[in-house]
């Protein structure tokens, strides 16, 4: 008879780690603490809500993210195949409709019969229990005192920010255009909205944001105001250097705006949030300015003048490990046999690295209780190489960490044309992983899974 295998946290690596216990014949008790008890940056009680962005990165091939997504197909991963099934256009990328995606998670979870989805806040870990945390960048103050107490460690925390999103039709198309960069996307009219700015109107944009009022941090985010560099707020870029949204966030690069003909100074991209194509969210435009003035200054932005803006952007708290010093590179805690720890706790940065760390959790602690050796991803797929930084990066220096090229080990044979290095560093995951899954005796590995829109809608 199993034991039940408690898993706190309903977001993403907690909904995958629940999915695939559950598929290896687990009981799973799935604690998740909203709707009882919001984290701010929340609006439902879904399962696997998407918060920030709405894309996945990207899904070509030879794309960091892209690489990391095969891989989680490879391995059966039921969120992989609910962000196909909720995609909206994104030219490269894999976006997803944030609504119809979360609601496809929790349908599958909440129909299964092994996953039991308890609404309630999880105030200590559980104590000589098989458990897997997945709370999260927003994990409750209570649990992160208690996690603190496990691990010695008094701050677990850095800082996020989210985009603002508009209404489609609310956007000046007079002004704004539509285009993928380099022409690259499923049609010729482009998925992404650009604002196009010619210099003078870049320049009071950079002066607004500079002069502008940000929300006041709350007490425990005071302590240490600092932002993690992969998600930084553009009022903070701004504050940078004169030029340093041009060369980040609002790069023209790849665009001609057909209004002029020319390649504009400066662009603010907007991508698609939902299938119909009625909102859109700032792509890289995550902000604490005050909302009020929040609004104001995005309507600086030429094609946004009279934009209606559903959700504006705002600030929110990230928990994270020191994981080089407390967990393994199979996401279990080295202190406590049966405890793993999945998703941006672990300082896997990135969507599509929370949702691959709940996974590989799960398989080992099943694989744990059923009395299997650990499977350790090779470190030359994007799953291993990720898995290896955050458990091996210097303690003493460690910030998170999203899936790139750059953590993989370096190729046998240099190659100088850059998509030739990144064609080479992909085939040699593919096959690696292909070759580590041969060895791996797990039914679930490999499984097709196919999840139609009619079934759950």
Known sequence: MSRVITIIGGGLAGSEAAWQLAERGHDVQL????????????????????????????KLSDRATGILQNEMKMLGSLLIG???????????????????????VTSHLTAHPRIKVRRE??????????????????????????????????????????????????????????????SRGDDDAG?????????????????????????????????????????????ELAKR????????????????????????????????????????????????????EQKEILRLIPGLETAEFIRMGQMHRNTFLNAPALLAPTMRFRRREQLYFAGQITGVEGYVGNIATGLLAALNLARQLNGLPDWIPPADTMLGALCYYVTHADPMRFQPMKANLGILPPLAKKIRNKAARKAA????????????LQDLDDACINRSLNIPLRELL
Not at 38 to 43: D, N, R
Not at 201 to 229: C, G, H, S
């Open 425 to 436: 560093y992909a085939a040699r995951a593919r096959i690696s992983m292909t070759q580590s």
């Open 241 to 292: 250097g004169d030029d340093t949204l041009a060369f980040g966030p609002m790069r023209p690069v790849g665009l001609t705006n057909p209004h002029t003909g020319r390649r504009p100074h400066a662009v603010v991209q907007l991508r698609k949030d939902d299938i119909a194509g009625s909102l859109y969210n700032i792509v890289g435009f995550q902000t604490n300015i005050r909302w009020g």
């Open 82 to 104: 609910c962000a196909e099934a909720a995609a909206v256009p994104a030219g490269g990328a894999l976006a997803v409709d944030r609504t119809l995606f979360a609601e496809l």
């Open 191 to 235: 998925d992404y909205i650009n604002c196009p700015l010619e210099k003078d109107e870049y320049r009071q944009f950079v002066r607004a944001l500079k002069a502008a009022e940000t929300i006041e941090l709350r007490d425990f985010e005071r302590e240490d105001p600092n932002f993690f560099e992969g998600c930084v707020p553009i009022e």
């Open 121 to 182: 806040e999880v105030t200590r870990l559980p104590l000589d229990a098989p458990a897997i945390v997945a709370t999260g960048p927003l994990t409750s103050p209570a649990l992160a005192e208690d996690i603190g107490k496990l691990t010695g460690e008094e701050h677990l925390y850095f800082y996020d920010a989210i985009s603002p999103i508009a209404r489609a039709d609310s956007i000046d198309m007079t002004r704004a255009f539509y285009g993928n960069r380099y």
């Open 31 to 58: 604690s998740e603490m909203r709707p009882a008890k919001s984290t701010g940056a929340h609006v439902s009680d879904r399962l696997a809500e998407l918060v920030c962005s709405n894309s996945l990165g990207s």
